[in-house]
């Protein structure tokens, strides 16, 4: 009897079973994206508080920080800067050393299930580079907030690693942690809003 290729999909909790080799739009819904991603820890879960630091509640932040940079972004860049990190909502929060020891492949799987995303929401499965530079300027200086309010990290050692903001992006931005169930019921909302914006 041949042996049967390893399991390479994942029940959610909508029903769905997300193949993760070949993901497609039907089996993604956005209240298992916002579910997964408030019970993913950023940092590892080396934050200070009494709950997680979430992927969605990162996501928020990133999507404000976009907004202040762009204030003339049409909704399509805000909602695929809120999407930005969706494929970890099956494939975790892996730190960046741990991402370079995994190699290439953990590239490829994040690009085939962010492509998936992004085309079950009407965006291009792949977002222009212009975009996808903006979207990483706004996540560097996120970084730049998590790792300076709750992550341990320094100002001059943020400074180094992920750039220094300029003040008036980063004015009046305070992490604050929440429960899981909020911040779902948060990145839901704001996934509509932008959604209806479209």
């Known amino acids: 009897m041949p042996k049967q ?19 497609t739009p039907v089996d993604i819904e956005i209240e298992d994206i916002a579910h997964g991603l408030a019970f993913v820890a950023r940092w590892n879960g080396q934050t200070r508080g009494d709950y997680p630091y979430s992927v969605a509640e990162h996501s928020l932040l990133v999507e404000r920080l976009f907004g202040r940079l762009n ?4 909704a399509k860049w805000q909602l695929a800067t809120l999407l930005h990190d969706a ?32 085309l079950r929401f009407g965006l291009p499965a792949t977002v222009p580079a212009m975009i996808k530079k903006q979207i990483k300027r706004a996540d560097r200086i996120s ?7 709750i992550a341990g990290f320094s100002k001059s050692e943020a400074d180094k690693f992920f750039g220094k903001p300029e003040a008036q992006v ?18 839901t909302a704001r ?3 932008l959604m209806a914006a479209l």
Do not use: C
């Open 87 to 118: 494929p970890e909502y099956v494939i975790g929060d892996m730190i960046s050393p741990v991402k370079a020891a995994v190699g290439p492949g953990y590239g490829a799987l994040d690009d085939r299930l962010q492509a998936g995303v992004n």
């Open 143 to 149: 970084a730049w907030l998590e790792a300076t309010q």
């Open 5 to 23: 290729p390893p399991r390479a999909w994942q029940r959610m909790l909508s029903g769905r079973r997300l193949d993760l080799l070949d993901p």
């Open 71 to 74: 204030p003339k972004a049409p």
């Open 191 to 193: 996934h509509g809003e």
């Open 170 to 187: 980063i004015a009046g931005m305070e992490i604050a942690l929440r429960p899981p169930v909020e911040v779902r019921a948060a990145f």
